[in-house]
């Protein structure tokens, strides 16, 4: 019998959220709206769905942009775009997308009108006051008559779908994470965390700290999360009034004395604290949505911090990896490796030994071929030299000279053939003219000849040259007893012909 797998729902523990003012509840009356602080998906960071009512609905004047957030720090998150649809904005009972806040960006999801059974899709939800608005992409009927469906009290299902699912989940994972990491780089090393960033998926996050770290203090750190990681300690929220004119003046602080969280928004009127608990480890304000526990948060640290270029200051950054951030790391970095040990012939242990080696080879060859052509080079000057030497007196010696060269730069071994021939030549020298020319092979017709004359008189230098560029369309100049140019096309002998028949014409 074929063995069967069941996957279980995930299910958040029944004490995760606890709510410690005795004046403070979670409003049930559907036509208010549940504050941000209090909702569903602060409450529950596992509910994917929820049905509920609809409190209220505007069109909205958030403005489609193409470069939508982009001026933002390239390392931060980008909200996603907004459409170029009209958008209304609706406040519901209660919700499971979260409203961006703490650092987290914002979830995005999908509304069902349930009496007629429509799916809206939610680009964004902000966090306006203390009440989290979603907007709606209305992309059909227009939008007074999205308006006129989204009329207080119509029933909804609100929910994540499979996309805002997963990016909540990568969300949670690294938010948790930065909780985790952030106490133990306080606790362990007296580091507070000055920022931090949720990055766009699949990059690493980081915590900025007052200053670099060693490999050893890094590892060190990275063991003991992980140590607590497979504990799999319980993370808790707990939530209160807000007394908001203490709050504001003094911030809250850890038994350290440090200050916990940043302070809180101007514009925040919800009148709920929450502070999140990872048991025994952390006591931090934070409105973010967080997992149920630490298990499973394999925290990976990259073992070396980036120092920042302020030159004050000398903090730096510790980037890391969790959740599925972790997996998609591992996959593409795994992925590398296994195509580069291919493409050397060896097992991955083996790459950094290899590519050594590679460099190491490639730097004697080229070294082997500048050599090399320094002595043809060489050996080609002398046969030239000594044509030119012995031709008869009072006559222009003429002589072309073609080569196929694949080197990405044959102007420059023409050049050495021409310096050594006039080194080799006595002075006074005979009176002489050299066209040099160099393809690549094959030859397509965009392939580049590349054409060097030299001789004994600047002026025959130069009327070659013009003939060169009138008969064969070369591209070039010169100065002195030098010309040099650019064929485009194939070189074929009919340009071996017309080159003969333009130094036959001198
Ligand atoms: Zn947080």
Request: charged residues 20%; neutral net charge.
């Amino acid at each position: 019998m074929a063995a069967s797998v069941i996957l279980l729902p995930p299910v958040t523990h029944p004490d995760y959220f606890k709510v410690i003012s005795p004046t403070l509840s979670v409003p049930s009356d559907p036509r208010v709206s549940i504050p941000v602080g209090l909702l569903a998906c602060q409450r529950d960071p596992l509910l994917k769905e929820l049905e509920t009512v609809v409190v209220s609905s505007a069109i909205s004047n958030l403005q489609p942009s193409s470069n939508n957030g982009a001026k933002k720090a390239k390392k931060s998150v980008i909200a996603p775009p907004l459409p170029q649809n009209p958008l209304i904005e609706v406040i519901l009972h209660d919700t499971v997308i979260f409203p961006e806040g703490g650092g987290q960006p914002t979830d995005t999801g999908i509304i069902t009108t349930l009496n007629d059974g429509k799916q809206w899709e939610v680009v964004q939800a902000k966090r306006h006051g203390g009440h989290a608005v979603q907007y709606i992409e209305v992309k059909e009927g227009g939008i007074d008559a999205a308006i006129q469906v989204f009329t207080p009290g119509v029933k909804v299902l609100v929910s994540l779908g499979q996309h805002g699912s997963a990016r909540r989940y990568d969300h949670m994972s690294m938010h948790t994470s930065q909780h985790l990491l952030s106490a133990l780089l306080e606790s362990r090393h007296n580091l507070p965390t000055l920022s931090w960033s949720l990055t766009n998926y699949p990059d690493p996050c980081y915590v900025e700290v007052p200053r670099g770290m060693s490999y050893d203090e890094i590892m060190a750190i990275q063991d003991e999360a992980n140590k607590l990681v497979f504990e799999g300690r319980k993370v808790y929220v707990e939530v209160q009034e807000l007394d908001e004119d203490r709050e504001k003046l003094n911030p809250p602080t850890l038994e350290s004395g440090r200050a916990v969280g940043k302070a809180l928004p101007e514009d925040y009127t919800g009148g709920v604290k929450r502070v999140v608990i990872i048991d025994g480890i952390d006591r931090n304000p934070c409105c973010g949505t967080h997992l149920p526990s630490i298990h499973n948060l394999q925290l990976f640290l990259l073992p070396h911090t980036e120092a920042l270029s302020r030159s004050s200051t000398t903090s730096a950054r510790l980037y890391f990896l969790s959740g599925p951030r972790l997996i998609a790391h591992l996959t593409s970095t795994h992925g590398l490796l296994t195509k580069t040990a291919s493409i050397l012939s060896c097992g991955s242990p083996l790459v950094p030994e290899r590519v050594d080696q590679v460099i190491d080879e490639r730097k004697r060859a080229e070294k082997r071929v500048a050599d090399l052509e320094t002595e043809l080079a060489k050996t080609l000057a002398d046969v030239l030299t000594n044509d030119i030497i012995s031709a008869p007196e009072g006559v222009l010696y003429k002589k072309h000279i073609h080569r196929v060269d694949n080197t990405s730069n044959p102007l420059s071994f023409l050049t050495a053939v021409s310096f050594a021939t006039t080194n080799a030549l006595p002075s006074p020298p005979t009176s002489y003219l050299c066209v040099l020319s160099s393809s690549p092979l094959p030859q397509t017709s965009s392939s580049m000849t590349v054409l060097l004359l030299f001789g004994s008189d600047d002026k025959i230098v130069k009327v070659a040259g013009e003939a060169l560029r009138t008969k064969l369309g070369v591209k070039g100049g010169g100065k002195g007893q030098k010309w040099s140019g650019k064929f485009t096309g194939v070189w074929r002998q009919q340009e071996d012909h017309l080159v003969e028949d333009m130094l036959k014409e001198l």
